[in-house]
């Protein structure tokens, strides 16, 4: 197969995480190995920058910066959350199909790699088609990011294994003291993690459990419904014991009647999500009300996604090898997958990656397995153990300035621009 | 001076922090070089275990487990916010104090310290005086602590430059985060802090800003009522410039009429302090509703206080020193002090450690002084940089054992009990 000589575009999507910018690096650093990938643009905030043709020159950019995106956290191209939506909004989306494929023609695109969770997995594929339909030749890899981690196909998806270390490190802090504290009175603490509708991050905490009375003591997670007297019976017996309670909730749990505990049908994101907050402050009271504890509740929200400061070896790693197997498998002629993390053992943990049809992977969701949970649904077993435990393996070591992190900033050169204003 | 030949007692107190074991290893290590300071002992649960005659045999600890302590969160010997209260509930304080008298006198302590906040050193004070009055001789020394700062006469306390670096670097975190999805709606998110009545720990996240632009956007301290207009017109001002807004809330603030704007005055802990949680969600609120911008809250809670995960060397170097001085100074014949710390310089930054009498110290609140802050109060200025900055400096490496910390737990011989149980 000839090779195709052209432009390589990337852009980042959905909400950041602590190692989405790793896969951008494994991206950035693949492409400068095959020469028939001449020039190496970003996407400024996604799909956005591309229909906006806000294009940055990364071959501009400093080496030793691009190595530190390995390290720094958040989304370095900028993201966002824009749909290009035939089902709801069909003229503006074959408007902005048109308008891409616009951008991709004046800049002799030819690699496109978007970076993101289901909904961007969804806009690559779309893409991929539509390439096909113009006869327009472009090589789409979809590179998997998602904290939540219910990427189907894949093992698990870069960006979770960050979010479970920190998470899992904050939940051992927290129980250091809120133990030291537990006299009498009994002390409770909700920790309230991310995770939407999928409970891998919840579950994940369960790593922070070396002895069997080590916190977190409940985990909640939106797959099983909460049974309120069942959790209270639960809380009450850990108090009981010892005298303090740590209780991690995903931020999507629901009541046996399958409310979300939390929803604020007031803020809805422009997937048509609602906004959740608050499940942990309303278990907090439930406790406070029948059981009399005081409680104290924790909302970690973007910090838990945010910390490049205690992200995970692992998860960096592999989110970089993700995006250097996007551009491997596009030089060689591939398009319309993503690419996956394949795992071949738990002990020692080995992974490879690999490549999944899109057509397979938008819009479905991967929660977690029943059998992987507790009979009564409050703790992860040894098969979620197993699954979990390798991936928040391994030190990161940021360089610190005055103390603080010194994470790195692109200078985002733009590409002089070749068409009109997007109409 | 002829030695006073006897038994220590150390005891900690209040809300842990990142080092306040880091001063109990100070006490312990610097105890083990007189030799007239015979047994080592440490109170449970403050003194709550003195008055319960548990003591814990800290000679009896490995060397580097002690060691260890240095870099371990929370509160090794557990904490209680019990008070002796000789205003509200004099007989109680009575029969308290002639228990624990009965205690020293039955394990021969000579030397007390302890290790906490504003209560606690009004605790350690009533001893002091109580053993003067008594004709028993005892040597009583306070050790700082407290991550709010608002203990007076110390330059600053151990514990806040922990949190300070902590709270500063999760705000740099989120706001590359956030300023990541920084599209056209505008996003602003609110991380609420502790430090109840005073701004300290809200204000030290400006270390956080390196450049003009950065976050904290504005930093709102309970020190400055909250003016609503020129709070929501100094959003909408970052919004329409950076399309982003990362706001830090001291726990404690205040609305113009004084009262708090977050207090749930459902809930009041054991010293009449009301609970104090809300103020970044009741913002969070008023900014949508009013400027129609969609916003996301972070609440740290304990998770600051016990990061020692990334707490500051300077910080732990500190309370270390704070532990240490106090033993010196109670085997050199003192009683009735507190232990300060002592800067001599900001640039490079020097500081030694000194005495303050306790008669001066208990109850009395520091807050931030008014020309460390802008005009409109937003902002600490460069008096308040100069302060802060050298206390987050320095970094911490905490051994870890499946990707997550590796903290010692004491193993808590108890020591004999002599005396009835308390009535």
Redesign the interface.
Known sequence: MPELVGNLLVA?SG??TAVINASLAGVIQEAGRHEFIEEIFGGL?GI?GVLNEELIDLNDEKAKNIEGLKY???????????KIDFSKKPEQAARDMDRLFEVFQAHNIRYFFYIGGNDSQDTANKIHHEAIKRGYELKVIGVPKTIDNDLPHTDHCPGFGSVV?YN???V???A????????D?GAC?L?EVMGRAAGWIAAGTI??K?QPMDAPHLILVPEIPVNEEAFLAKVKETIDTLKYCVVVVGEGVKNEKGEEIAADKS?V??FGHA?L?GAA?NLGKLI?KRLGL?T????????Q??????A???DIQEAAACGAAAVRAAAEGQSGFMVKIVRSSDSPYRWTTGLHPLDEIANVEHVIPRDWLSADGFTPNEKFIDYV?PL????VRVP??????K?VTLDKNMVEKKLPVRS
Chains 1, 2 share one sequence.
């Open positions: 980042q909400g950041p905030n956005l720094t956290p958040a989304a370095a191209l900028g993201t966002c959350r824009y270390k899992a490190a904050t051992m802090e927290i250091l003291d809120v133990g030291a504290m537990a006299t009175d603490c920790v790593v922070a070396r803020q994101d422009s906004v907050s402050e406070t005081k104290r509740t924790v909302k970690l929200g973007y910090a996604r945010a910390a490049g400061h205690y995970s070896g692992v435990k928040v393996e391994g030190e610190s300035e005055g103390g603080l992190p994470y």
